[in-house]
């Protein structure tokens, strides 16, 4: 466990709230799985920036006093021009955030991965899958490239027991080109670009670890299928690997936890 930047032990950890749908509260979900990975002698101070409904981000101060960022996802898209301002604002915040000199730990998970990789200078499109994919992923990590990253020893010990990590996955776009100096890190059958860092300081996945089941299965597939994102043969072939592949979120949390200095690696 580590001080934050205020000396005490406390670490200073913010949500951008990129969602503004109400039958969401994406921040409180991040918070609540982060805090399942805690104990209860740990000390963390959360605050919910909605980006997304408010155009709200850290000032440049505020960045320089945080130990962690998260940055949610999101049913908006990052087109190649003419995003609203709220993106805008948000790629500005992580492109400042991630140059800071021991500034906070950046982790962005689905559109959250999109934006950080879109801020430092990456490319985000449509899925090279070719279609929506919504389902427990089956992700390959590169066990070289994280061998030496303390964070990473709860993931790396899954996927070698696995042959995989799992992770619930619902998009239909991804990181298409990585910002320069990202690393690559994991791919699955839907996205080459599964996962990347950035540095000591940057962590993209295009999963979901943060959802329950539930979220999945009586939330998002009613509403893409009711929109024709995706069909029933869909949304039966991704309910049939949630049985068939079940997805084992703890390490990927914990994981998480370790990279945002929450959790001792």
Not at 22 to 38: E, F, R, S, V, Y
Not at 139 to 145: F, K, M, N, P, Q
Not at 190 to 205: D, K, Y
Request: proline share 6%; with cysteine; net charge negative.
């Amino acid at each position: 466990f580590s001080l934050g930047k205020s000396d005490v032990m406390v670490l200073k950890v913010v949500i951008l709230n990129c969602e503004d749908s109400p039958k969401w509260n994406m921040g409180q979900i991040w918070i609540d799985a982060l805090k399942l990975q805690l104990s209860e002698a740990d000390s963390v101070d959360w605050k919910i920036y909605h980006t997304c409904a408010e155009n709200k981000v850290p000032s440049l101060e505020e960045l320089k006093q945080l130990d962690g960022i998260v940055v949610t996802g999101s049913r908006h898209d990052i087109e190649p021009e003419g995003n609203p301002d709220w993106m805008n604002s948000l790629f500005d915040c992580l492109s400042a955030a991630a140059d800071l000199p021991n500034g906070p730990q950046i982790v962005g998970g689905c559109f959250g991965c999109q934006a950080v990789a879109t801020a430092l200078g990456g490319k985000a499109g449509k899925n090279p899958c070719g279609h929506f994919a919504i389902k427990a992923e089956q992700i390959r990590l590169d066990e070289s490239a994280l061998a030496d990253k303390a964070w990473a020893g709860p993931l790396l010990e899954d996927h070698k027991q696995n042959d995989a990590a799992s992770v619930l996955v619902t998009h239909g776009r991804s990181v298409l080109e990585l910002p320069p100096n990202a690393i690559h890190i994991g791919s699955s059958s839907t996205c080459p670009n599964e996962m990347f860092i950035r540095g000591s300081n940057v962590l993209g996945f295009q999963s979901h670890p943060e959802f329950l089941l539930t979220h999945v299965t009586d939330v998002i597939m009613p509403s893409v299928l009711s929109a024709g994102i995706v069909n029933n043969e869909q949304i039966a072939e991704g309910n049939a690997t949630f049985t068939t592949t079940p997805h084992r979120h703890t390490p990927v949390l914990q994981s998480i936890a370790m990279f945002l200095g929450l959790k001792k690696a």
